[in-house]
Nanobody, 124 residues
Framework: QVQLVESGGGLVQAGGSLRLSCVAS????????MGWFRQAPGQKREFVAA????????YYADSVKGRFTISRDNAKNTVYLQMNSLKPEDTAVYYC?????????????????WGQGTQVTVSS
């Protein structure tokens, strides 16, 4: 049974930073590309960032480029999202996702596996 468990969300002031973590179990982590998505109230879920199996390649939404950094530690079955210079419009539930197909599988919005999400709230 595949599980993706996110943590690290919370309340932060605009301009602040947070680091999200997602621990995966039940799959061969190093064989999966990983991604982060987010969904704000009343909005569709949108792609944020993705990373390939070997860390060799990353991909970002234009809205977070230069502020967010995705990384992974295959020894710990964990993917991270470092979020800097946060803005109120970054407020959303953030979801971790996994798919064997990179980049399409983790960018398209239909990856194979999803976490339950962690809330990020940025106050102005």
């Amino acid at each position: 049974q595949v599980q993706l468990v996110e943590s690290g969300g919370g309340l932060v002031q605009a301009g602040g930073s947070l680091r999200l973590s997602c621990v995966a179990s039940g799959l061969t982590f190093s064989s999966y590309a990983m991604g982060w998505f987010r969904q704000a109230p009343g909005q569709k879920r949108e792609f944020v960032a993705a990373i390939s199996w070997s860390v060799a390649s990353t991909y970002y939404a234009d809205s977070v480029k230069g502020r967010f950094t995705i990384s992974r530690d295959n020894a710990k079955n964990t993917v991270y999202l470092q979020m800097n210079s946060l803005k109120p419009e970054d407020t959303a539930v953030y979801y971790c996702a996994a798919d064997r197909n990179y980049p399409t599988g983790v960018v398209s919005g239909t990856p194979r596996y999803w976490g339950q999400g962690t809330q990020v709230t940025v106050s102005s």
